[in-house]
């Protein structure tokens, strides 16, 4: 167990719908970091939150959102969902701003629009 | 821009191999480099990393080193196990928080 939870592990939706996945960080770290894994695209850096504060942003498309609460837990909110969103995302997360010592990767949700 | 290249997998050796996975990658300034496992339905693992050329990072009988002039972070073992089944990422970290990882190469290792 790697500290970092993520639910739920495994989401079914039809197209057209909303889903949000949650992630907890693990006790001390401040950063969270959301990424997709998706078989042609690879693992991409969609979004990272630091204490509550949007830090940086890669490839989100504008049907995403995410938050990061004052309990440190994060949501990303998946609206409008097409078939080309089905994926694993992953949550991940750092004690400061800064990724030096790597991530803690919680182990994903895997979504499947159909 | 930054990006990072890995061999095509999947990789097939015998228990006791000798393993090398080659990573390279193109940046801007100077990235830190590391090398990600990933366990069947499990998350991304760090394995090791390198901050500064020359650098060599290691843990549970993999190395790395950070070669500037090649641009390279290859990983090695010297004997593996089935245990060490799994996909490999290299990857760097960019402006000390946006990670660009590799496409992941696949280890089957058979007894």
């Known amino acids: 167990d790697s500290g970092v939870t993520q639910t739920p592990k495994h989401l079914i939706t039809a197209t057209g719908q909303r889903v949000t996945l949650r992630c907890s960080p693990r006790?001390?770290?401040?950063?969270v970091y959301w990424y997709q894994q998706s078989l042609d695209q690879g693992l991409q850096f969609l979004i990272q939150?630091?204490?509550?504060?949007?830090?940086a942003k890669g490839n989100i498309l504008e049907r995403f959102s995410a938050q990061q609460f004052p309990d440190l837990h994060s949501e990303l909110n998946l609206s409008s969902l097409e078939l080309g969103d089905s994926a694993l995302y992953f949550c991940?997360?750092?004690?400061?701003?800064?990724?030096?010592?790597?991530?803690?990767f919680g182990s994903g949700t895997r979504l499947t629009v159909v | 821009g930054n990006s990072v290249t890995q061999m095509e997998g999947p990789v097939t050796l015998s228990e006791e191999a000798f393993l090398t996975i080659n990573c390279t990658y193109t940046?801007?300034?100077?990235?830190?480099l590391f090398w990600y496992v990933q366990y069947p339905g499990e998350g991304l693992q760090l394995l090791l990393k390198a901050t500064k050329a020359d650098d060599k990072g290691s843990n549970k009988g993999f190395e790395a080193t950070y070669r500037k002039e090649t641009t390279s972070f290859h990983l090695e073992k010297g004997s593996v196990q089935v245990s060490d089944s799994a996909v490999y990422f290299c990857?760097?970290?960019?402006?000390?928080?946006?990670?660009?990882f590799g496409s992941g190469t696949k280890l089957n290792v058979k007894p």
């Open positions: 990857a760097l970290l960019y402006n000390f928080n946006k990670f660009y």
């Open positions: 006790s001390g770290d401040l950063s």
């Open positions: 939150y630091y204490n509550g504060e949007e830090r």
């Open positions: 991940a997360s750092s004690v400061g701003q800064s990724a030096n010592y790597g991530y803690t």
């Open positions: 940046a801007t300034g100077y990235p830190s």
